[in-house]
């Protein structure tokens, strides 16, 4: 016991040693007073690092087990019976009729399994089975599911949606949009629906580090000094005074509180600044340093909203704006007017938001209606006047709206979920944007969210004001999006600055390629990958452009490296199986082929490439079968025809 407790001091020591090593630069040189950091918070620093939620409880052992029953402590986890809402025995499994494919979720003793199936007939003529490895959302409207292979994080292709007891595609899956078990999860993704995870750097969805649930430093921001000042019994009266070492959010400015939430609960079109990640944003900052948020607007916004734009909403509210008039209320009003972070809605009285409401509304409230009505409602002002409602983006939800409006002025049958005319994207947390700015979001909402050229024109408009010497990134972003790749050539040969993005690189590797310009688009491809080593589809790209070069052992190694990193990627199977039918190799081509489309039945390239294998061993017959298939799926399969008219031709 001895032995224990004095290795225990040492190990206590060792740690005050480090956390001091890691913040020896701040205890005499505090982040500047600036009109974006009206306060020193010390923890501001980028030499401040993050401890973590275990860290925190040890001190704050109420708050933690307050907190960690919040939809935010509860937002990500692994995958267990704990976790899930999901009845799935109960459920039918869901059929995605555009690509023809059903998922049943299963329990298979503690492991939650995806079973992904085709039939024909009665006969399986495919089937996929892969676990889940974490469960995303709280369970107040959805779980999501998420595959890690190899620390490689995708979305599954199965949502289950809580509230209506339901399984359904996941948003952005439906449609014909099905993208399997290939959508990657980013940054962008998991720095909202979890605390921080350790990511692998040149990757977009690779971690070594995954946490389980939005943590205490999210809003106070990462505590190493406010933990070694303390282990140094360096404490401060709260009561009477201001702890530096950590960020109290209620102690910022307006603005700055408001931005502590706005980090994720305005959620868009989000727009770096230039040298940022979406890492770089800590409390006490203005979000606007970080990135630009812009959300879509529609000409009748009453008929819908988007699910994570509660703070968008709420700036809408006459409680809002005049309460932040110059002459209103001594506080003005924000989120935590009304939520405690620390305490879970759900057992939160509704008589705390009542009195929240008649705060400033006094008497049975200045409530306009009858009182034979008001009590219909129980006297509840949130529900008159924060009704909820589907929202635009997620389905089968319903929702806070926190628009807050007089009754009268809401039509119940309008919040259905739809919305009117796109008028355009504005930004939320900067209301001066510069043009630059403004052009990439409307880029990104073209890529990411509506695929319509109208988006392109707008971004054109605003890149107008540049020329591509000045903004060579945005434009060649611009053309590639326009598929102009003959521009997007021309502007990399007047610009010898080398490219900081490795999206940049990529693209001007790519337009090369369809343009046939190999050893071009090799040393783009080479430039890509040395900043991004670990971007799958980059390798497989580079790999395309080697073997264009008859370079089939550079290829060959690109093709094993993917399946090294991801051996549940068809796109690499299919790769090895090529190089097989280039080398005269038909067994290992064969063994190959048979992976990838077992991943993915779909794949075109891969059936091309069986079709080839056909043709291969001389049954001509078979091949012509296959590519027929192939076509009568996707008639305009450039590929395909090609393929099918050499056949013939020979």
Not at 55 to 64: F, G, M, N
Not at 311 to 318: C, E, H, T, W
Not at 367 to 379: A, F, H, Q, S
Not at 605 to 622: F, Q, R, T
Request: some cysteine.
């Amino acid at each position: 016991m001895r032995k224990r407790t004095i290795l225990f001091s040492v190990y206590i020591v060792a740690v005050a040693i480090i956390l001091l090593v890691a913040v020896r630069c701040n205890t005499n040189k505090p982040v500047p007073v600036t009109e974006s950091n009206p306060h020193t918070w010390l923890n501001n620093s980028d030499t401040v690092k993050y401890v973590g939620i275990n860290t925190c409880k040890k001190c704050h052992y109420d708050v933690y087990q307050s907190f960690i029953q919040t939809g935010m402590g509860q937002s990500f986890a692994h995958a267990s019976k704990q976790k899930s809402k999901g009845h799935f025995e109960k459920i039918a499994p869901l059929y995605d009729k555009y690509s023809d494919l059903y998922y049943q979720p299963y329990w298979e003793d503690t492991v939650l399994k995806l079973k992904e199936y085709r039939l024909a007939g009665k006969d399986t003529i495919h089937k996929r089975i892969e676990a889940v490895s974490y469960i995303v959302g709280s369970g107040h409207h959805t779980n999501s599911h998420i595959m890690d292979v190899n620390g490689y994080l995708y979305q599954m292709p199965f949502t289950f949606y809580v509230q209506k007891q339901e399984l359904d595609l996941p948003p952005g899956f439906e449609h014909g949009y099905n993208s399997r078990f290939n959508r990657q999860l980013g940054l962008e993704c998991l720095s909202c629906h979890n605390a921080y995870p350790g990511f692998v750097q040149g990757s977009v969805n690779k971690y070594d580090k995954i946490p389980e649930g939005i943590d205490c430093e999210r809003c106070h921001g990462p505590g190493s000094l406010h933990v070694a000042q303390k282990m140094l019994g360096k404490t401060v009266d709260t009561k009477h005074d201001t702890d530096f070492t950590i960020v109290n959010p209620r102690k910022l400015p307006f603005d700055l509180q408001i931005d502590v939430c706005q980090r994720c609960h305005l959620q868009g079109d989000a727009v770096l600044k230039n040298g940022k990640t979406f890492f770089d944003f800590r409390p006490g900052m203005k979000l606007s340093d970080v990135m630009d948020v812009f959300l879509p607007t529609y000409e009748d916004d009453e008929k819908g909203f988007l699910m994570a734009a509660h703070a968008q909403r709420l700036k809408k509210s006459q409680c809002f704006l005049q309460s932040n008039k110059p002459g209103g209320r001594t506080q003005p009003m924000n989120c935590i007017t009304c939520h405690n972070p620390h305490v879970s809605v759900r057992v939160t009285q509704i008589q705390f938001f009542n009195d929240k409401c008649q705060g400033c509304h006094k008497d049975a409230h200045g409530c306009k209606l009858p009182e034979e009505k008001r009590k219909l409602k129980d006297n509840n002002c949130v529900s008159c006047h924060m009704p909820r409602s589907g929202s635009v983006d997620i389905p089968h939800v319903s929702i806070t709206d926190h628009y807050i409006r007089r009754y009268e002025h809401y039509n119940k049958e309008a919040a259905v979920g739809k919305v009117g005319k796109f008028k355009g994207l504005e930004c939320l947390d900067n209301k001066h944007p510069d043009k630059i700015t403004v052009a990439k979001a409307y880029m990104y909402f073209y890529e990411k969210f509506e695929h319509k050229t109208y988006n392109l024109d707008s971004a054109s408009k605003y890149l107008n004001y540049y020329t591509p010497n000045l903004e060579p990134e945005a434009f060649i972003y611009y053309y590639y999006l326009r598929e102009d790749f003959e521009t997007i050539l021309k502007i990399a040969g007047s610009v010898s600055t080398p490219y900081k993005e490795a999206v940049t690189n990529y693209q001007v590797a790519k337009s090369a390629l369809n343009l046939g310009q190999f050893q071009m688009a090799v040393n783009y491809f080479q430039k890509a990958i040395a900043l991004e080593q670990f971007n799958l589809d980059y390798h497989n790209q580079y790999a395309i452009a080697l073997l264009r070069l008859n370079n089939s052992v550079g290829a060959e190694k690109e093709y094993q490296f993917i399946t090294k990193e991801n051996p549940r990627s068809a796109m690499g199977w299919n790769g090895l199986a090529f190089i097989g039918l280039f080398k005269n190799n038909i067994p290992s081509a064969k063994e190959n082929i048979k992976k990838a489309l077992a991943l993915d039945p779909d794949y075109e390239p891969a059936l091309i490439n069986n079709v080839k294998i056909s043709e291969a061993i001389g049954d001509k017959k078979e091949a012509l079968r296959q590519i027929n298939l192939i076509l009568k799926k996707n008639p305009n399969s450039k590929d395909a025809q090609e393929y099918l008219n050499y056949l013939k031709g020979k």
